[in-house]
């Protein structure tokens, strides 16, 4: 059976948008994951086993790297955040080498916590990266 094409299209880059608002492209994204915490519970004269219940849902922080452009978007974004956080809708779409959009995710009451610009070494030859860190209450997938 021939295996379709579009399931293995490799994610080149993903793009920010914040409300509706495309600030950049990125070539790394992590922390998309939710997990479900739980909840041990002893059922009296039980020993065989432990229950384990559903209690909430929990959330990384969304990490997106890129390399450094002339752009500032994101640093005054982070900046506004300082003086008390604009939670806004930020959506992460991944795109295929033909700048098609593969597959997106929206993330609700997102606003930056940390932003890291690049390391400087003259005796390597890198480029220089610069990297966001978002909060957010959960994933969405569009």
């Known amino acids: 059976m021939p295996v379709k094409e579009e399931l293995f299209n490799p994610a080149i880059w993903f793009k920010l948008d914040i409300q509706g608002k495309s600030v950049g492209y990125f070539t790394e994204a992590s922390g998309l994951t939710a997990e479900v915490e739980t909840m041990s519970y002893n059922e009296g004269g039980r020993n065989d086993f432990i229950h384990k219940l559903p209690s909430r849902m929990k959330h990384p922080n969304l990490v997106l790297k ?20 604009s939670r806004t809708t930020i959506t992460i779409t991944m795109l295929n080498e033909h700048a098609e959009d593969v597959h997106a995710w929206t993330f609700e009451n997102a606003f930056p ?19 966001i860190e978002i909060v957010h209450e959960g994933i969405k997938v569009v």
């Not at 690049?118 to 220089?128: G, I, L």
């Open 66 to 85: 890129r390399g450094m452009t002339t752009v500032k978007d994101l640093q005054a974004w982070f900046d506004d955040s300082y003086n008390g956080p």
């Open 113 to 131: 916590v940390k932003w890291t610009g690049p390391t400087f070494n003259a005796a390597q030859n890198t480029v220089a990266t610069e990297a």
